[in-house]
């Protein structure tokens, strides 16, 4: 049964449940509305909800755990002589798979019987062939413990498809004939539905907790076996950044420092050209400008924070990089040897951070109270010293936060850096040469062609780990400095 | 606007003068340079204000003009007639598509005569304009053995080279001879263009069509990448909006003030300035390492935009149910309703232009994200068709707009880089869509209380 009709079975085990529900209130109070403690409606709801939540929670807890169980068996049927040089387990279960959808899914097109799928012993070169012709796409020959394999994972797949049917139907089944059975004139029917949806609003928020929960266990577990491949040490230390994609990764050298460098080199630009630009624009536009202008040049402002940062990486790479080679490049002052380079990514990211900075500014600089500038103006000073003098000082704090929420945002750009700055990892301080950031070398180390479990691809884990905790850091220092810097005003 | 007598640093200086009383008309130095400082800060800031104006506006004019060639192609459209004779005797011929080549060459070399043209060229220099044709044209006939004796018009598309000659990209100052085109193809280029051989066309496959390899940028187009998008803001829509709503709810309306629902906060406000790329990773791990979901399905992309979007929308429901009067809940209370009731019939309701405004912004905001749908395998090249169904449209491999715009300007070729102008284009039509339906819903059903 497929997931499509056995969700539809639920809804309608809960729909039947729902008009049986409601029939048996009215019927109990014989008719007369008055006598339910709660409106027919409720009483209808309340089966509804006991056939359809506890089945849906079974279904998907099921799912998310089934091809858990069914992928460590398999894996578990797989001998050690199955998994030849150069590949891995993980690779060989990818065949595995592969080969049992072909086999499901030449079933399924009346190409093979049920049962050749099932039992098939025979030569394994015909089924490989048979498997091609039903336009399944399988890579590699076949084998015997891949086919075996497949076979098990076809069978365990299917049997544990039939019994969650059974158990969600059951559950929906059971749900709804307890929710009947309580069903009476005096059940109170409206109080037990308004608990269930609270339950259901609770879980709902509990879901923010679950993300960061699994981006916690995600990052923690990939680096600590990447930490078992490849020593701690060497990582956070290590001046040299060179990864070898050939074999297990066995020769790479996977120092962070660099990656970092030209991180922290790129941010700092982006915040040289945002920071000034988007704090006078602020300034600007909350003190000096009228409402038109503010009106128009606010939200103009915003759009260039609206855009996709694909369109700024675009920016970067074929009209930034260009402009500046066209300058520093050899026709110009002969400092630069290529497009992409930290000035390129640093110079459009800071054009994308301007209204980040501009507008946490702005609200900033409006919550420090009216009575402050009227205090200085009562004295002489003039629009410009109000703003350096008092306005300033008093929104510091403030617009400290807004900056480190900035280079925050910065550090874990990625997209702008990928495009314009370039993949060569090197310490350097001449800021139109290459250089390249953590987030960019997560790109490529998990999308190039490595192996999940070589430290190649494993030590974007360990990059994602640092990322995550420095931008974290900086995120809950920014918070708390904007929130105590609200209060003080309110 | 400042007395510049009251001002403190001037009076001890006109105490002094005391026996040549001043005008307050005429200002003193110190007024003046105060004055200068003044403007000069107040032009720091208009400058500042303009500097963001002018990058957007840089901005604006590199996406139109690097883009618009995209929705262009360059064709050269051909008439001719294949006897049943002529197309025997090719397919005795050994060198088949050849022989068909000839045959296409003769009729281009007709039509040139015909108004008036004569320039000379071999099979060589149509082959670095047009391509390969005669395996087009075999396979026509073949397919409609029909048409032969009949004239058949065959619109093959034009190289990327003579395609990049006719919308500006490349000049003949520009173009260095090559086995894709010489400076003497160009000759033969014109005569084309100007017998309206040779024409520029509106691209339909770029907007409708499906990534193509990396040596035919010509074909490339985004349509089945939109549809990935379509896909995926599905998802993102119809778990991120109720998921969004209830946990709003739950913080706005029931949480009590504990260190529970401070942790749950402090959570949502971290988890929306965590990079995008950490949930790239997020979705890599748990969703197709653990969860072993299919690897470039734009279900899993959709998964993984939801948990981005979820602080978006949480934060901008809860300003919009914070926004609703206490009045409302309190009337609805004292009429007999319960607490859900209150909320569900009466504080819901009146939020709700709001937080579809939010949802939207939201919206717009996962669909131009790049980063994380590269981590789970969605990446351009995937693209290559379109879903079958409905339901397979959510796990057959796919790619996004964003995600195919980054592959072609990962492809280093000025054919790609034009595709991925174009696409940007098409990206932000969507984006700002969405963004003015966001605006006109705000201006039209938000109310002030």
Known sequence: MSLFWLVVIVLAIALVGYIAGRARALASAGGDMRDLHSLPVYYGANVAMKAAVPAFLILVLWLLVQPFVVHSNISGMIPESAVGDGSSLGLVMAEVRRTAEGLENAVASGQMTDDFARNARTDFNDITTRLKDAGQIVTSQITQPIMRAAQAYRIMVSNGNFYMSIVVLLAAIAGALWGVRETSAEFRARNTVERGIQVILFSAALIAVLTTLGIVLSLVFNTVEFFRLYPAMDFFFGLTWSPSFSGRGGSSELGILPLLWGTFYISFVALAVAVPVGLFAAVYLSEYASPRVRAVAKPMLEILAGIPTIVYGLFALLTVGPMLLSVFGDNGLGIMKAGTAVMTAGLVMGIMLIPFVSSLSDDIINAVPQAMRDGSYGLGATKSETVKQVILPAALPGIVGAILLAASRAIGETMIVVLGAGAAARLSLNPFEAMTTVTAKIVSQLTGDADFASPVALVAFALGMTLFVVTLGLNIVALYIVRKYREQYD | ?449
Request: proline share 5%.
């Open chain 2, 1 to 449: 606007m400042t007395d510049t007598t009251l001002s403190p640093e001037t009076s001890p200086a006109a105490a002094g003068d005391a026996a040549k009383p001043k005008s307050l008309y005429a200002l003193d130095d110190l007024t003046r340079k105060r004055n200068a400082s003044e403007k000069r800060f107040k032009y720091y800031g208009l400058g500042a204000v303009l500097i963001g104006l002018f990058f957007l506006v840089v901005l604006a004019t590199a996406i139109i003009s690097e883009g618009i060639p995209a929705f262009t192609r360059t064709i050269v459209e051909v008439e001719f007639t294949l006897t049943q004779e002529q197309y025997d005797a090719a397919e005795k011929e050994l060198f088949k598509t050849k022989a068909y080549e000839q045959f296409f060459i003769n009729a281009l070399q007709g039509q040139l005569e015909e108004s008036g043209m004569s320039v000379p060229f071999d099979a060589k220099a149509i082959e670095r304009i047009v391509g390969k044709t005669g395996g087009t044209i075999r396979e026509y006939f073949k397919a409609n053995p029909g048409a032969l004796g009949a004239p058949a018009a065959f619109e093959l598309a034009a190289s990327s080279r003579v395609d990049g000659y006719s919308n500006g990209r490349v000049t003949r100052e520009t173009l260095t001879d090559s086995r894709f085109l010489e400076k003497s193809d160009l000759d033969i280029v014109d005569a084309l263009v100007e017998t309206g051989i040779i024409k520029t066309v509106f691209n339909w496959n770029f907007i409708t069509g499906a990534d193509s390899g990396v040596d035919n940028p010509g074909g490339a187009g985004i349509g089945a990448s939109v549809v990935g998008s379509f896909f995926m803001m599905l998802v993102v829509l119809f778990l991120s909006l109720p998921i969004g709503v209830a946990a709003s709810i739950y913080l706005e309306e029931f949480a009590p003030q504990n260190r529970f629902t401070d942790m749950i906060e402090v959570n949502i406000s971290n988890l929306a300035a965590v990079p995008s790329i950490v949930f790239g990773i997020l979705g890599l791990a748990v969703f197709i390492q653990f969860m072993h979901l299919p690897q470039s399905a734009p279900l899993v992309g959709g998964l993984v935009l939801t948990l981005m979007t979820l602080p978006t929308i949480i934060i901008s429901t809860r300003a919009s149910l914070k926004a609703v009067p206490p009045s409302i809940r309190d009337a609805a209370l004292g009429v007999g309703a319960s607490k859900m009731q209150s909320i569900f019939h009466h504080v819901l309701p009146l939020a709700m232009p709001g937080i579809l405004t939010g949802t939207i912004i939201g919206l717009a905001q996962a669909l131009g994200e790049t980063a994380p749908l590269l981590l789970i395998g969605m990446v351009g090249f995937v693209a290559r068709g379109y879903p079958d169904g409905f339901i397979t449209g959510f796990i057959e491999p796919n790619s996004a707009m964003p995600a195919q715009i980054y592959t072609w300007a990962a492809r280093a070729d000025y054919a790609f880089y034009e595709k991925a102008w174009g696409g940007i284009i098409i990206l932000l039509v969507f984006l700002l869509t969405m963004n003015i339906l966001a605006v006109i819903l705000r201006r039209r059903f938000e109310r002030r209380w």
